[in-house]
């Protein structure tokens, strides 16, 4: 019986680890989707590079981008590729054509040697998926 109990405590756990904040989805509804016309993200740079970093070490990169299409811009959901990428903030707001918005993600260095993580964005943008890159060679011993 303890076996069992534990078993689902630890499912729980687990699962809950990986369920995402709804309160921080927007819902992107065929009104929000104007083929003619569609948002479209400029971003000053898809990728970063932290270069070497301690292992254990966090640190924080800020992605800008700019709607520079004709019609507001909704980003649905931004998920990190894994647990060692936190995601501090994105706006939540529609953003209007010529708008500009930051996304703010950190990594922390937990696994020794080259390290690549990426960030997934869907938006009412075409292509609807968008994605982010960071990078960082973790050295050393916390």
């Known amino acids: ?47 970063h590079d932290f270069g070497d970093v301690a292992m254990g070490e966090k640190l924080t990169h800020v992605f800008h981008f700019q709607n520079v299409g004709e019609s507001p811009l909704l980003i649905h959901s931004v998920q990190p590729s894994c647990h060692c990428t936190v995601l501090k903030d994105w706006p939540k707001q529609p953003i209007p054509p010529g708008d500009s918005g930051t996304i703010t993600a950190q990594f922390e260095g937990k696994f020794a040697g080259s390290n690549s993580k990426s960030i997934s964005i869907i938006a009412n943008t075409t292509p609807n998926l968008t994605r982010l890159l960071l990078t960082a060679s973790v050295v050393g011993a916390k």
Do not use: A
């Open 1 to 47: 019986m303890k076996k069992h109990i534990l078993y689902i405590l630890t499912c729980f756990v687990l699962l809950s680890c990986n369920l995402t904040d709804q309160n921080h989805q927007n819902n992107i509804t065929v009104d929000l989707i104007d083929p003619e016309h569609p948002p479209v993200f400029e971003f000053d740079d898809l990728s």
